[in-house]
């Protein structure tokens, strides 16, 4: 009888001894789960990380392209208000010389007007080809490489060709003025010999 309880005493303990390493192999278990699930997290978080600081310094070198480009874009509408500013001075200057004759300074004028026609217009077409690189860059259809290169018209329909140019209003209209006003002085007196001769028979 004593045997069978030594016995049955013995088989608890066994068992015991059983549960307890289980449960200490699962604790083991589930300790190495939290060390590797700690170093998934801490990888995900360096690698946010990094992406983060990459975008920074994509915005940052994306920034600094453009307000190269808004630079060179600033530098050409300066010219050409500069161009727009010498010939209305030339303009003015020019018919201040009362001896010479009427018709060869209007012609002089006219000469003038279309020079400075020409330089605007360059320094204008330049202009919106800085703004269409400017375009490409800020929606992501360039790359950054800080180059000021600015590509051919595509068309003469593009913005920034030649012709479109020339349509533009601060072009057509500026200019178109000082000649309509140049003809105007010079078929003054010949439209003022029609007057008079229609007047008085």
């Known amino acids: 009888m004593q045997d069978n309880i030594i016995i049955n005493d013995n088989a608890q ?3 015991q001894n059983k549960t307890d390493k289980n449960i200490e192999h699962d604790n083991t278990k589930d300790a190495t789960v939290e060390v590797q699930l700690a170093e998934t997290n801490a990888l995900a978080v360096k690698q946010s990380t990094e992406i983060a600081s990459s975008n920074t310094s994509f915005s940052t070198e994306k920034i600094a392209y453009l ?11 300066t010219t050409s208000l500069a161009i727009k ?7 003015i200057a020019v018919f ?4 010479f004759e009427k018709d060869i300074l209007c012609l002089f004028s006219l000469f003038s007007i279309l020079i400075f026609l020409i330089m605007d217009v360059y320094y204008f077409q330049i202009e919106r080809k800085f703004r269409t690189l400017y375009d490409k860059v800020k929606l992501n259809a360039h ?8 590509a051919k018209p595509l068309s003469w329909k593009s913005k920034d ?41």
Do not use: P
């Open 13 to 15: 303990i066994i068992e």
């Open 161 to 201: 060709s030649t012709i479109s140019c020339l349509r533009s209003k601060s072009i057509w209209l500026f200019y178109g003025l000082l000649i309509i006003f140049d003809a105007f002085i010079f078929s003054w007196d010949k439209i003022h010999i029609i007057g008079n001769c229609i007047c008085f028979g």
């Open 67 to 77: 307000q190269s480009i808004q630079k060179e874009v600033d530098r050409m509408g």
């Open 96 to 99: 201040s010389f009362s001896s």
């Open 85 to 91: 500013g010498l010939c209305v001075t030339l303009f």
């Open 143 to 150: 790359i950054i490489d800080f180059s000021l290169a600015i």
